[in-house]
């Protein structure tokens, strides 16, 4: 039987690559993984400021200005000048945008039921489902 310790390095390492595996899987237009991630924040979140924006993302203001130009460039963000600052511009969600992030999910979801229903039998889905919640546990626990 693995260690915890084990356990832990193998459970981060399949994370990461089925992470990086679903997030591949995007469709013809669909936002990419970047793109994804900011409209996902503005979709959570509602319109912000650029700022705010790049922080979340945990990148410069500058990287995002650039991110944000490309989904204004699509028709999924609008820019507007802040009310309240004039200094400040505020990014927000347009439809298109929901619709694109909404159509890249799907494309994801789409393959990962195809890997689950052609890669698993009923045993190994049942298996999977229980360690979902065990998984769920672990991700929803609190840090102490």
Do not use: C, F, N
Not at 18 to 29: I, K, M, N
Not at 55 to 75: F, N, Y
């Amino acid at each position: 039987m693995l260690s915890i310790d084990e356990i832990a390095a193998r459970l981060r390492v399949v994370v990461r690559l089925l992470y990086r595996r679903v997030q591949t899987e995007t469709g013809e237009g669909s936002p990419t993984r970047s793109e994804a991630a900011a409209l996902a924040w503005l979709e959570e979140r509602g319109p912000m400021t650029l700022g705010a924006l790049a922080q979340l993302e945990q990148v410069r203001q500058q990287s995002m200005s650039q991110s944000v130009d490309a989904l204004q460039e699509r028709g999924w963000a609008t820019r507007a000048p802040d009310p309240g600052d004039r200094r400040q511009v505020i990014v927000a969600l347009t439809e298109a945008g929901r619709a694109a992030l909404e159509a890249g999910r799907r494309v994801r979801q789409a393959w990962i039921v195809e890997a689950i229903a052609t890669r698993l039998d009923d045993s190994e889905r049942r298996t999977l489902a229980q360690a979902l919640d065990l998984l769920e546990r672990i991700a929803r626990a609190e840090r102490k």
